[in-house]
């Protein structure tokens, strides 16, 4: 039985582990579970999958649930993530979102731990470092996002020297064709609807800006030892194909499936065995698949990211603090949609690259451009 210990169980990539995990209960024991501040669904999660440790973000949310479950261990902040990440247990599953992600995953490492994870920020932050340690341990980084999990698949069994280009495809978001001067009136709402998959709010805007896209490229970078310009996105509306590899003779392979992501989190958990599941299968007959080039011109988010990938050093976690701090804002109407990439590209054009490549040096760059952001277009700047 392999014991799974879930960061961030009560969000949307932790409620779709579990329910993998539902359908193969004599397979997987929960160690622990975490949240940030919807305790009343982890309450409702710990008597289902009796974990040993609850995490919350805060003390009093953590005291509460030991009162209420005075059986298990509780712990709180970034300290119980890590505790977390780094207990008695076969696979950690990262499941939070941004960067707070980071510090327990690079623990988790270091502790030996295999991650199924979807927390693309501690790779596009501390791509250079994480995957040092990963390598130094010997452990198993398992992607969960669908395109990252579909090359990994296509990339079973083949040597990294045959490997001519990556495709990661993109559904478009919600505003696929949409010009810039349309852009500048969208609405929270309207960014959050989106056309096919279920997910966080950060990421759902994060795929309306494109911004997504452009992550997930210097998360591909350093996950599958390419340079950034053997990365390309490509539009594919049905997200149906999750992404391709090209190889050097021209033949691409592409893995496919309904745009659920119970399914590569089930391949994750499992490997390098699959399992049957009630998912429902792929129907071809009558499908039709269509592909475009993305609109850099109007979604200048990728070419930002492709950008902060070249720069290297402590740019993309720069790139990305002030990205998310700028998204965290347009969720609370403070600024306009447009000008979440304008900003981050204004601070990126403007920041001093002083810090080492440590996890210390990473997070105080990530430190640095939130306070940028806050500083000028926080609450008291209205």
């Known amino acids: 039985m392999k014991k799974i210990s879930i960061l961030g169980s009560t969000g949307s990539i932790g409620t779709q582990t579990l329910s993998v995990i539902s359908q193969n209960r004599e397979a997987f024991e929960v160690t622990a579970l975490c949240c940030g501040s919807r305790v009343e669904d982890l309450a409702r999660q710990i008597p289902i999958y009796h974990p040993t440790l609850a995490v919350t973000a ?3 949310d953590a005291l509460t649930l030991q009162h209420q479950f005075p059986w298990i261990e509780v712990a709180w902040g970034e300290e119980g993530l890590i505790q977390a990440a780094t207990m008695d247990c076969d696979m950690v599953v990262n499941g ?3 960067i707070r992600g980071f510090r327990p995953t690079f623990e988790a490492v270091m502790a030996g731990k295999d991650i199924a994870f979807a927390n693309k920020e501690t790779l596009v932050a501390g791509g250079e470092v994480v995957m040092a340690a990963v390598k130094s341990k010997g452990v198993r980084l398992l992607p969960v996002d669908s395109e990252h999990s579909a090359i990994f698949q296509c990339l079973e069994g083949n040597r990294p020297d045959e490997v001519k280009r990556i495709i990661l495809t993109a559904s478009g978001g919600p505003f696929r064709g949409w010009t810039k001067d349309r852009l500048d009136n969208v609405t929270p709402t309207q960014a959050l609807n989106h056309p096919n998959w279920s997910m966080g709010p950060k990421i759902t805007i994060d795929s309306a800006t494109m911004m997504n896209k452009g992550l997930e490229v210097i998360e ?3 996950l599958f030892d390419l340079p950034e310009n053997q990365i390309d996105i490509l539009i594919h509306p049905q997200s149906i194909i999750h992404s391709m590899v090209e190889f050097v003779d021209t033949s691409v392979l592409a893995q496919m499936g309904l745009p659920d992501m119970r399914l590569p989190i089930a391949y ?3 490997y390098p065995d699959r399992r049957p599941n ?3 299968a792929l129907d ?3 499908m039709s698949l269509t592909f475009e080039k993305p609109d850099r011109e109007t979604f200048t988010a990728i070419n930002l990211a492709y950008q902060a990938a070249a720069m290297g050093g402590t740019y993309p976690a720069a790139m990305n603090g002030a990205n998310e701090a ?3 804002l347009f ?4 600024i306009g949609f447009t000008q979440i990439t304008q900003i981050t590209e204004d601070i990126l054009s403007h920041y001093d690259d002083c810090y080492p490549l440590t996890p210390e040096g990473i997070l105080a760059a990530d430190r640095e451009t939130r306070e940028v952001v806050t500083m000028k277009y926080g609450e008291n700047n209205q």
């Open 58 to 60: 805060d003390q009093k």
């Open 278 to 280: 009630s998912l429902p």
């Open 326 to 328: 700028l998204v965290d």
């Open 268 to 270: 994750a958990l499992n």
């Open 284 to 286: 071809l007959a009558g």
């Open 220 to 222: 591909a970078k350093w």
């Open 331 to 334: 969720l609370q109407k403070k």
């Open 96 to 98: 939070l979102m941004g």
